[in-house]
T-cell receptor, first 117, second 111 residues
Framework: SAVISQKPSRDICQRGTSLTIQCQVD?????MFWYRQQPGQSLTLIAT?????????ESGFVIDKFPISRPNLTFSTLTVSNMSPEDSSIYLC??????????????FGPGTRLTVL | GENVEQHPSTLSVQEGDSAVIKCTYS??????FPWYKQELGKRPQLIID?????GEKKDQRIAVTLNKTAKHFSLHITETQPEDSAVYFC??????????FGGGTRLMVKP
């Protein structure tokens, strides 16, 4: 398995500001994803972070609000822009690794707990 | 797109009893079904998964069954222990490597 880390682990931000979350993996991975988990809720996919090209966003999420970078196969960033209290959530990156019998298995980073005041 | 329904949303069992969580999915092309356990304040952890060419898979006290015809799959935990208390998520995976998650089940195991 891989070691997946995220920075920061948590932050408290003022509305109208932006926060960039980093995801680092200790091995090269083909696919990286960003999820949002609102308090007490399930995980919702924000976008697929594509290396060398623009991210692929899911319905309801747009690049202007959640710009994503993927400069190489071990690193990605998610920015939450112009934040409002509704953006208070846990943001998680995940990666696809081999193991457990297939290449489809997703493993999650520890998450970034964001509170917007 | 895929839609995954998960039941029940909360489940309380006595230590030593079994727990069953059920999920249904809508996309017949989905071919991989993982289960994650998320303890409070922690990341989701993969606990077991099953692929569409298999009907059942077991790992110690945990088992998963899949009925592709009916498009449903279930998680079975036997001899539950207090440390099994957590939120469990099922998910369905399609050819695009996208996971769609169920709404989650909060399992409480009473000592």
């Amino acid at each position: 398995s891989a070691v997946i880390s995220q920075k920061p682990s948590r932050d408290i931000c003022q509305r109208g500001t932006s926060l960039t979350i980093q995801c680092q993996v200790d091995s090269q991975v083909t696919m990286m994803f960003w999820y949002r988990q609102q308090p007490g809720q399930s995980l919702t996919l924000i976008a697929t972070a594509n290396q060398g090209s623009e991210a692929t966003y899911e319905s309801g999420f747009v690049i202007d609000k959640f710009p994503i970078s993927r400069p190489n196969l071990t690193f990605s960033t998610l920015t939450v822009s112009n934040m409002s209290p509704e953006d208070s959530s846990i943001y998680l990156c995940s990666v696809v690794l081999g193991g457990h019998g297939g290449a489809d298995t997703q493993y999650f980073g520890p998450g970034t707990r964001l509170t917007v005041l | 797109g895929e839609n995954v329904e998960q039941h029940p949303s909360t489940l309380s069992v006595q230590e030593g009893d079994s727990a069953v969580i059920k999920c249904t999915y809508s996309d017949s092309a989905s071919n991989y079904f993982p289960w994650y356990k998320q303890e409070l304040g922690k990341r989701p952890q993969l606990i077991i998964d099953i692929r569409s060419n298999v009907g059942e898979k077991k790992d110690q006290r945990i088992a998963v069954t899949l009925n592709k015809t009916a498009k449903h799959f279930s998680l079975h935990i036997t001899e539950t222990q207090p440390e099994d208390s957590a939120v469990y998520f099922c998910a369905a995976h399609n050819a695009g490597n996208m996971l769609t998650f169920g709404g989650g089940t909060r399992l409480m195991v009473k000592p």
